[in-house]
T-cell receptor, first 112, second 112 residues
Framework: NAGVTQTPKFQVLKTGQSMTLQCAQDMNHNSMYWYRQDPGMGLRLIYYSASEGTTDKGEVPNGYNVSRLNKREFSLRLESAAPSQTSVYFC???????????FGPGTRLTVT | GQQLNQSPQSMFIQEGEDVSMNCTSSSIFNTWLWYKQDPGEGPVLLIA?????ELTSNGRLTAQFGITRKDSFLNISASIPSDVGIYFCAGDDTGANSKLTFGKGITLSVRP
């Protein structure tokens, strides 16, 4: 039972490149979330999926897109990476909205 | 928007001491969560609180959901070196647009 897994663990991109961050959970949870964590800013919500088939914007969605591929998987895509997107990205899952969230180990992304 | 206040930013204690942290908000929350994050890792859920006045323990950790629903407290008793890390509080209003709001965290250092 791995909980929430994320790939890759580290990534370096050049400005303008694209990439997809992958997240999967084996807890059979309905809700999934993407956050970014920056020094002094805490955790900020990028996008979330309350249930399979739905996605909604969070606090900082600009420059990102998401796909809830199925109940287990929720991916985050950067179409044209910018240095401002250098951050640590966390995926989380919860039984439903309003319940405790369980986090993955994170993806450390650097955009040069 | 909603904000959670955690202060001070850093705390330094001696091994064996007890430590208390609090988290305050100008808004009412229906769920309070406490997380710990180790360097290079994702946040790990310590305690979840769902009812005003609720007091819950997890080993040496005790957390309380304030009766005003605008604050929560985390106590760590008999601290040990592995308690070092960043402690985040998070609140959820569990309304129609339910989402977690995170504090910026308190970095705890434990001197042996």
């Amino acid at each position: 039972n791995a909980g929430v897994t994320q790939t890759p663990k580290f990534q370096v991109l050049k400005t303008g490149q694209s990439m997809t961050l992958q997240c999967a959970q084996d807890m059979n949870h309905n809700s999934m979330y993407w956050y970014r964590q920056d020094p002094g800013m805490g955790l900020r919500l990028i996008y979330y999926s309350a249930s399979e088939g739905t996605t909604d914007k969070g606090e900082v969605p600009n420059g990102y897109n998401v796909s809830r591929l199925n109940k287990r998987e929720f991916s985050l895509r950067l179409e044209s990476a910018a240095p401002s997107q250098t951050s640590v990205y966390f995926c989380a899952a919860a039984r439903n909205r309003g319940y405790e969230q369980y986090f993955g180990p994170g993806t450390r992304l650097t955009v040069t | 928007g909603q904000q959670l206040n955690q202060s001070p930013q850093s705390m330094f204690i001696q091994e064996g001491e007890d430590v208390s942290m609090n988290c305050t908000s100008s808004s009412i929350f229906n769920t309070w969560l406490w997380y710990k994050q180790d360097p290079g890792e994702g946040p790990v859920l310590l305690i979840a609180l769902y009812k005003a006045g609720e007091l819950t323990s997890n080993g040496r950790l005790t957390a309380q959901f304030g009766i005003t629903r605008k604050d929560s407290f985390l106590n760590i008793s008999a601290s040990i070196p592995s308690d070092v890390g960043i402690y985040f509080c998070a609140g959820d209003d569990t309304g129609a647009n339910s989402k977690l709001t995170f504090g910026k965290g308190i970095t705890l250092s434990v001197r042996p």
